[in-house]
């Protein structure tokens, strides 16, 4: 698991990732599904999706 900083919190179960990034106001989000184990990162998604989009429309 990566913490909002980029970190590495080591493995957590499901569970205490989700109250982890709970506790932080943020969500959890997995960036490596096919990885042994997961990894997910803790983020805003809604802020991460945004710049996502918004690098898209300078590209074109």
């Known amino acids: 698991m990566i913490g909002q900083n980029g970190d590495q919190?080591?493995?957590k179960t499901r569970q205490e990732a989700l109250e982890?990034?709970?506790k932080a106001n943020l969500d959890l989000v997995?960036?490596?599904a096919n990885a042994k184990?997961?990894?997910c990162?803790?983020?805003d998604y809604g802020?991460?999706?945004f710049e996502q989009q918004k690098?898209?429309?300078k590209g074109t």
């Open 47 to 49: 802020k991460f999706r």
């Open 20 to 22: 982890i990034a709970a």
């Open 37 to 39: 184990p997961p990894v």
């Open 55 to 57: 690098k898209e429309k």
């Open 9 to 11: 919190l080591g493995i």
């Open 30 to 32: 997995l960036v490596a």
């Open 41 to 43: 990162r803790i983020m």
